[in-house]
């Protein structure tokens, strides 16, 4: 690798460190565990995923959409069960990377993965907004003073101008990273008080020690943490696939899913050992880390690096940064992260579409990314079967003595109950003949519909014969029909 190629990869890392801070303590409050767990959880799943990972240049750490799925465990069980069940989520991912089904996220449909896009765009600029906000002597939250409010959207709106106008003059240096440091400078050179880093949480400590989850290894507490292990290993392998999807489109390269989805589980039950909350791909800092230029495995490594180095050197510097620079930051990642093509596309595709993407967005802002992404594609598969439902044509061909009923579409569960109504066997001649060169059967319903039909025949003395089945179908009806009562023909 070129000096100058190192250089970006290992700034776009410094890039992308800078942002995980303030975004993993957040998540680490969320969970209710120490601002430590989520910054071990990072660093360690950072490292493991960009040296063993399938997606160079995706950047891994602590997820908030874990961290309100483990909030209930910890408060009702405590951090140790955390542990335990961060160790099993790890397990089940390495299973689903053994049993090679990282592929399965390519069957995502468009509209499910734009709706997933814009709406973690939408939860990242969302998610900024606390940082505007101040915790009364009661607890209770509140937005900032006038003064205090209008100083720190002044400084993010410096920090969104740099970000924003640098490339337009240089690529040489990362423009987030410009941005934090010079609304940095700014508030340093001008002596002005604003929130800064280091008000959320002291990211100051040591180096993290090995343990076994403090709780007992029985069938108990298998039935305490399994539940949650299998929510959060669903929700952290679907935002890894769906962003090294996203990435993969973005770099027009092509990552390996199955590669992923080990180095995730295998990042997980590392950091569960050594005291960390568990996490995933990070769709912002990734977009943060491909912006200034991150596409190798160095950025991912730096990014880890960094964090590490924050925790044991660097704490009293990175702790003076001011929250706007890096909420600046953010609001830019979810500008660019969010498809506004799609709103301008609406009129142009089809309603069905339209309704995935809306409705995929909206549960990811409201509830969390599994139930969305698998809401959207079961109603894209639904509509998807109804569509082809329709599909199904029938044309009729007959003399005296013979009926011939040529079948043009696919044959399966959504067009059985159209299939059977093509027919009149009562008053159909003795031989009817039904022909496959146009058709196919897709499924155990289809071969249901067919027996069916068949045995109506049947009753009313008369013969069904099967014609131009493809190879497949004949095989699946000699299968089916033990008893001989079709008769598929290749020739008639």
Known sequence: ?????????????????????PEVVGFALVAHVNPLTGLYAAFILCLVAAVLGGRPGMISGAAGSMAVVSAGLVVEHGEQYLFATILLCGVLQLFFAWFRLGKLIRMVPHPVMIGFVNGLAIVIASAQLQHFHVRSATGVQHWMNRSALLLMLALVAVTVAVTVMLPRLTRAFPSALAGI??????????????????????????LPHFHLPGVPFNLQTLRIILPYALVLATIGLVETLLTLNLIDERTDTEGQPN???????????VGALFGGMGGCAMIGQSMINLNAGGRRRLSGIAAGTFLLAFILFGSRFIERIPLAALV????????????????????RIPRHDTLVMLLV???TVFTNLAVAVVAGIVIAALVFAWDHAQELEVAVLHDDDRKLYRLKGSLFFASAAQFTGFFDPQGDPADVYLEFTSARIMDASGLEAIEALAARYRTLGKQLHLLGLSESCDRLLRRKDHAGHLLPLSEQ
């Open 328 to 347: 600046g930051v953010m609001f830019v990642v979810a500008a660019e992260t969010f498809s506004w093509k799609s709103l301008r596309g609406m009129a």
């Open 361 to 363: 967005t909206t549960i």
């Open 259 to 269: 590669r992923e989805s080990m180095a995730q589980g295998l990042g997980n039950c």
């Open 181 to 206: 440091l010079a609304t940095t400078a700014c508030a340093l050179a001008l002596g002005v008080h604003t929130r800064t880093v280091g008000d959320l949480a002291s990211i100051r400590g040591t």
């Open 1 to 21: 690798m070129k000096v100058s190629n190192a250089r970006i990869e290992i700034l776009a890392g410094l890039t992308a460190a800078l942002s995980l801070v």
